[in-house]
């Protein structure tokens, strides 16, 4: 329990996130009442390496159908969720750790007319809150890099999939031996950063109950897309709803040691697109 709180205490758990979220809605032009569309929040909302466009390629890996009934864990503000139910007709179920995560992602939601399509609960992907065969899919994006116990966060995974049923995945991973620079933004301090090599989270996997359907080494996009972004940054700023909204003044350190990490192949990054074996 102290790991889960201190992991949720990171992202910024609490009602001071939720705050700054809201007033810069406000500042922004988005007032109670004005729909919003995913796009006008789409860098703050889309907490992963590549944002919008990563979740896009991980969509068509997945290729869901209408009514797929999606469980996203690490579903943060729940930007992907609403992509998939937005672009594919999908229901998703969001669960994260983090309460006020939970809490804007509906709130998000209910701006964008989604409510009907997506929810979202406060939870452990290591106890996953669900029935025994319950989706169609699963799919996670930057969340394993806090689970501790492989093992148990994949066999959670099978568990709530459907025989047959797809898992779809893109984390960063561990790709030389020793000590990576922190803070990034999954963690500011190493214990609460637990990757494994790209062997290791798939032998993991296999283990679990799955099959093998795809699995790629997207380090070097990944590489190419944050560099931009910190490029940007440095002639423009961030955007005033960014990710630096829930990480606090830290957020350019912990984008450039991510950066130096994927740059000195100290990490990697994958994805991959599983099947629970029937």
């Known amino acids: 329990m102290e790991a889960q709180t201190s992991i949720a205490r990171h992202y910024g758990d609490g009602t001071d996130v939720e705050r700054r979220v809201e007033e810069e809605l406000r500042a922004s032009g988005f007032v109670s009442g004005k729909k919003l569309s995913p796009r006008d929040v789409a860098e ?8 919008p466009e990563a979740t896009e390629e991980l969509a068509r890996l997945l290729a869901p159908s ?17 992509y998939l139910a937005a672009e594919f007709g999908c229901c ?35 106890q996953l809150p669900f029935s025994d065969n319950s989706f169609d899919a699963v799919w996670t994006q930057h969340t394993s890099m806090n689970v501790a116990d492989k093992a148990k966060f994949y066999e959670e995974i099978a568990r709530v999939l459907k025989p047959g049923g797809r898992f779809v995945m893109y984390d960063v991973t561990q790709y030389t031996e020793g000590p990576i620079f922190l803070p990034v933004p999954w ?12 062997d290791e989270m798939r032998e993991a996997i296999l283990r679990a109950g799955f099959s093998l359907v795809a699995w790629n080494d997207v380090s070097e996009i990944a590489l190419s897309r944050l560099g931009n972004m910190i490029a940007k940054s440095k002639t423009s700023g961030f955007p ?9 003044a830290e957020f350019p ?17 994958m994805q991959g697109l599983f099947a629970r074996v029937e």
């Open 44 to 51: 703050l909302d889309q907490f992963h390496l590549g944002g």
């Open 240 to 248: 005033r709803l960014g990710l630096h909204l829930l990480m606090g």
């Open 187 to 198: 963690a500011r301090h190493s214990d609460s950063s637990h990757l494994a090599t790209a």
């Open 92 to 126: 998703v179920s969001g669960i994260d750790l983090t309460a006020a995560y939970c809490r804007l992602a509906s709130l998000l939601s209910e701006r964008m007319g989604l409510q009907g399509y997506v929810e979202f609960r406060q939870g452990d992907a290591q």
């Open 66 to 82: 209408p009514r797929t009934h999606v469980l996203d864990i690490g579903s943060g503000l729940g930007g992907p969720a609403r």
């Open 253 to 269: 350190e912990m984008i450039r040691n991510l950066h130096a990490n994927l740059e000195q192949r100290r990490c990697a990054v």
